[in-house]
């Protein structure tokens, strides 16, 4: 086996948390080695957010921000005072990538391009003299004793005085995400939690739902229900597919979900008026109706309906021609509109795998990473970043601040 020259890093995965590792200790002056297996860095990066890329959430009280990672806020308070949300902002924006926040306090590029922010991290490690090769998998972590010693890629070994390992999750596999580190780092002695999809969409058993694929509804309120028995509701924007349920809204009910899914028969209710009782609803059809009493009920539906939708939903009204007059539509028939629209029917049959997975779960226990400088407590040069640490997050920029956090830190110390 060939042995290359020494380098200061190796950063194993070209994706957020490893260009910004490798990006960073090459800007502290050290000789960086950036291994991708796929043909190009950051092939996530480039799709995230819809191609639009959620860089971060622009909640700059730490604490507040580290209420959304579960189990792990005790953990990350330290490396996220180190670099948090304000020093992402300073970050893309002195490099030439201005930020807009948006609903729910969600940080964009101004361009809402995921290319832009590649190329801002392109650049990064390019500008810091990083050596990336591409196409170059891994197929063992090499450590004597307590230490890595190198990495072995395409035949040869590279060795290093630091290794980074920031190879991803499950998410989105088609990416290079196949859950390669977990292996590795069970071989290292460390204790990981398998990965489950936690920020995926739901599959659904229901026709209309399915019928209208691309269709987004805004404020709406989904109610779930385990056996029929009321469990929670959310509200926020819902996205239909040709399976089923996405959106953030549902993103983030998904990992709630499994659970019920878990324990019985799942489905549940969506709102499409929130913000009205049946009554007022009721009051608001009424006047439509009287508005336009000669006009055919599908026609009039629609304007009550959400955009898109009205005539899949009024075909759920069992013996409601859609096409008779409004004139005719008795007392029994409208409380029916009304009831549909407070109540559209949904059942959930799984959650969607790990290829339609915004995050997953799973990862190293937090107990075993000094996650002040993210070094493995169990050897003293490995560190460890982004998805492969064991932490909950919903959707919103918290997954991709966790890698930037956790790759600047990481570079900074390794």
Same mark, same amino acid.
């Given at each position: 086996?060939?042995?290359?020259?020494?380098?200061?890093?190796?950063? /194993?995965?070209?994706?957020?948390?490893?260009?910004?590792?490798?990006?960073?200790?090459?800007?502290?002056?050290?000789?960086?080695?950036?291994?991708?297996?796929?043909?190009?860095?950051?092939?996530?990066?480039?799709?995230?957010?819809?191609?639009?890329?959620?860089?971060?959430?622009?909640?700059?009280?730490?604490?507040?921000?580290?209420?959304?990672?579960?189990?792990?806020?005790?953990? &990350?308070?330290? @490396?996220?005072?180190?670099?948090?949300?304000?020093? +992402?902002?300073?970050?893309?924006?002195?490099? =030439?990538?201005?930020? /807009?926040?948006?609903?729910?306090?969600?940080?964009?590029?101004?361009?809402?391009?995921?290319?832009?922010?590649?190329? *801002?991290?392109?650049?990064?490690?390019?500008? $810091?003299?990083?050596?990336?090769?591409?196409?170059?998998?891994?197929?063992?972590?090499?450590?004597?004793?307590?230490? *890595?010693?190198?990495?072995?890629?395409?035949? #040869?070994?590279?060795?290093?005085?630091? *290794?980074?390992?920031?190879?991803?999750?499950?998410?989105?596999?088609?990416? =290079?995400?196949?859950?390669? =580190?977990?292996?590795?780092? $069970?071989?290292?002695?460390h204790t990981t939690v398998p990965p489950t999809p936690t920020i995926v969409p739901l599959a659904v058993a229901d026709r209309w739902i399915k019928d209208l694929p691309g269709v987004s509804i805004e404020s709406m309120k989904i109610t779930f229900f385990l056996d029929s028995k009321k469990r929670f509701s959310k509200t926020g924007k819902i996205l239909f597919t040709h399976f089923g349920l996405s959106g953030p809204l549902i993103l983030n009910s998904a990992k709630?979900?499994?659970?019920?899914?878990?324990?019985?028969?799942?489905?549940?209710?969506?709102?499409?008026?929130?913000?009205?009782?049946?009554?007022?609803?009721?009051?608001?059809?009424?006047?439509?109706?009287?508005?336009?009493?000669?006009?055919? &009920?599908?026609?009039?539906?629609?304007?009550?309906?959400?955009?898109? +939708?009205?005539?899949?939903?009024?075909?759920?009204?069992?013996?409601?021609?859609?096409?008779?007059?409004?004139?005719?539509?008795?007392?029994?028939?409208?409380?029916?509109?009304?009831?549909?629209?407070?109540?559209?029917?949904?059942? #959930?049959? @799984?959650?969607?795998?790990?290829?339609?997975?915004?995050?997953?779960?799973?990862?190293?226990?937090?107990?075993?990473?000094?996650?002040?400088?993210?070094?493995?407590?169990? &050897?003293?040069?490995?560190?460890?970043?982004?998805?492969?640490?064991?932490?909950?997050?919903?959707?919103?920029?918290?997954?991709?601040?966790?890698?930037?956090?956790?790759?600047? #830190?990481?570079? @900074?110390?390794?």
């Open positions: 086996m060939a042995s290359e020259e020494q380098y200061d890093v190796i950063v /194993v995965g070209g994706g957020a948390s490893g260009i910004m590792a490798a990006g960073r200790a090459g800007e502290l002056g050290k000789k960086v080695l950036l291994l991708e297996k796929n043909r190009l860095l950051g092939e996530k990066l480039k799709i995230t957010g819809g191609g639009r890329c959620n860089i971060t959430n622009a909640e700059f009280d730490i604490r507040a921000l580290l209420k959304n990672y579960g189990d792990a806020e005790q953990f &990350l308070y330290s @490396s996220f005072s180190q670099f948090g949300v304000k020093e +992402t902002f300073n970050f893309f924006e002195s490099h =030439g990538l201005p930020l /807009v926040v948006q609903a729910k306090k969600r940080a964009f590029p101004k361009t809402e391009k995921a290319l832009d922010v590649f190329k *801002v991290m392109e650049h990064y490690v390019r500008d $810091n003299g990083v050596v990336v090769k591409n196409m170059s998998p891994v197929s063992k972590i090499v450590s004597v004793g307590n230490k *890595v010693e190198g990495v072995i890629s395409n035949g #040869i070994l590279y060795k290093a005085k630091s *290794v980074v390992l920031a190879t991803g999750g499950i998410s989105h596999p088609e990416t =290079g995400s196949t859950g390669d =580190g977990f292996n590795w780092l $069970n071989a290292l002695g709630d979900v499994d659970g019920l899914l878990r324990s019985g028969v799942v489905t549940a209710t969506i709102d499409t008026y929130p913000d009205l009782d049946i009554g007022d609803l009721e009051k608001k059809v009424i006047e439509l109706f009287d508005a336009n009493k000669n006009k055919n &009920l599908k026609n009039v539906f629609r304007e009550v309906a959400p955009p898109g +939708t009205g005539d899949r939903i009024l075909s759920l009204i069992d013996g409601l021609d859609p096409d008779k007059k409004i004139n005719s539509v008795i007392v029994e028939e409208r409380k029916k509109i009304v009831r549909i629209l407070k109540s559209l029917p949904v059942t #959930i049959t @799984s959650l969607m795998g790990s290829d339609r997975a915004v995050a997953a779960d799973g990862g190293v226990v937090l107990d075993e990473v000094d996650t002040k400088t993210m070094r493995s407590l169990k &050897l003293d040069n490995l560190f460890i970043t982004g998805d492969l640490l064991h932490i909950n997050r919903p959707s919103g920029g918290y997954s991709l601040q966790l890698c930037w956090t956790t790759g600047y #830190i990481a570079g @900074s110390n390794a």
